[in-house]
């Protein structure tokens, strides 16, 4: 099997097409003879064998990214281009790079080192070897120290076919990577579609669970009331906590009705105040509030966001009545507010209370649908769905939650959103 072949299956075979390139030999090395190679993919770099320092890639990467010009850039002069590469001229005074994506620095990048590093002269300097019309020639009557300046900078001269064998490859990552692309797409439609067969089943599931329970509810009271007062104590109780059951497992149906309700609607994505949703929120919120005596503290303005007004609202209801519910303290407080996302289109908000916190081991657990850490009515009762249902809502904002904690001391709710509408970030790529 030929370099290429064997390369382009390994590429096929591995999870992470870069280490199928960079896996084994014979490999991207003896594809064109070169003595190092730098793959860089989405950021990040892979060296084999004998290549410039990360730095000294960074500097080259940056260059080649200003050139935009050809596919394959091929010199066995690289520092005559590009004056930087006298500092590593020793292991990259050839370059074979190819470029994988236009506009997005994607490249593997092949090295040659100065010829002067790989003659081997056989130990007789008076029998020196020297460039003519890119090849190597001897030539006795030069001297050893003429022939170093003549060919200071430079590497052995890339043959055709080697050249062609890096276009080849360049090609096939190309194909392999879209196929990739397209598996990708194809799964997400798939699991869309799933996703979306499954919010139908719980919502007609949840709304004809409805019914029935109605029916039981209704008819145990109506059988209190007709018999309620001929009925000795212990049967009567039992038939008052039916009644307070079905109370309960309605507002668990409910939930679950809103939960898949929250997956399917259609979310209406508009610039928005996030100040003045999270003030309508407290106005809301303002009796339980004052009664909580809870501080709310809102250090500095808030930014905006584009997002759904109404499930934007939601979420802070959520966050700041968990904030106000799981406190035992006597001085209570909430703090809003935005830090800067490691994304840059992207900001993240917080709620932050001095409550009773949250255990590293249920960081994960409390975002599943009807979990609560407590007994059924310890700090005010809940159906468990309240972060269940933040969680999909920024989640079909393309955002995530995530939360830090400090047992007994309070907890930090983050979640992201984005500030501009998509696309308009990356314009003009
Ligand atoms: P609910 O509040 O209805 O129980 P949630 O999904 O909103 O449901 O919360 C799940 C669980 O996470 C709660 O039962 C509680 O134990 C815990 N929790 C949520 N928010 C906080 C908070 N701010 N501080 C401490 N615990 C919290």
């Given at each position: 099997m030929s370099v290429h072949a064997a390369l382009v299956e390994r590429m096929a075979r591995e999870v992470d097409f870069i280490s199928g390139l960079t896996?084994?030999?014979?490999g991207l090395l003896e594809l064109v003879h070169a003595q190092g190679a730098a793959l860089h993919f989405h950021g990040q770099t892979t060296v084999l064998g004998a290549a410039p320092s990360d730095e000294q890639l960074a500097g080259l990467l940056a260059w080649l990214g200003t050139r935009h010009d050809e596919e394959v850039f091929v010199t066995d002069r690289l520092s005559s281009e590009y004056p930087e590469a006298k500092d590593f001229q020793d292991v990259a005074s050839g370059l074979i790079a190819a470029s994988m994506s236009r506009g997005r620095n994607n490249y593997v990048l092949w090295f040659r080192p100065e010829v002067v590093q790989t003659v081997d002269w056989g130990g007789n300097p008076t029998k020196p070897v020297e460039m003519e019309e890119g090849q190597l020639r001897l030539h006795p009557r030069k001297s050893f120290e003429l022939w170093k300046e003549t060919v200071r900078g430079r590497s052995l001269p890339w043959k055709p076919y080697e050249v062609e064998a890096a276009a080849e490859l360049r090609r096939s990552i190309i194909d392999v990577a879209l196929q990739r692309s397209e598996a990708l797409l194809k799964l997400n439609t798939e699991l869309e579609r799933s996703n979306v067969e499954l919010d139908a089943f719980a919502y007609a599931a949840s709304h004809d669970l409805k019914e029935p329970l109605r029916g039981i509810h209704n008819y145990t009271l109506l059988a209190l009331r007709e018999a309620g007062e001929v009925l000795p104590p212990t049967p009567r109780a039992r038939l008052d906590t039916v009644v307070r059951l079905t109370q309960r497992m309605e507002g668990l149906i409910n939930s679950l009705l809103h939960y898949a309700q929250v997956g399917r609607m259609e979310l209406s994505l508009r610039e928005t105040n996030v100040n003045e949703v999270v003030a309508q929120v407290l106005e809301l919120l303002k009796p339980r509030l004052e009664e909580a005596r809870v501080e709310v503290r809102i250090p500095r303005p808030l930014p905006s966001a584009w997002c759904d007004r109404v499930r934007l609202a939601e979420v802070f209801t959520n966050l700041i009545t968990n904030a106000l519910k799981y406190n035992d303290k006597a001085e209570r407080w909430v703090e809003l507010g935005a830090v800067p996302d490691g994304d840059e289109a992207r900001v993240a908000y917080y709620v932050r209370d001095n409550g009773i916190g949250i255990k590293p081991e249920y960081h994960e657990a409390i975002f599943r649908i009807f979990k609560r850490l407590h007994g059924r009515d310890r700090y005010g009762g809940g159906t468990g769905t309240g972060l269940t249902i933040v969680k999909r809502i920024i989640e079909r904002h393309n955002g995530h939650v995530w939360l830090e904690s400090t047992p007994g001391e309070g907890t930090t709710f983050y979640f992201t959103l984005a500030v501009e509408p998509p696309g308009r970030e990356g314009a003009g790529e």
């Open positions: 896996g084994s030999e014979p």
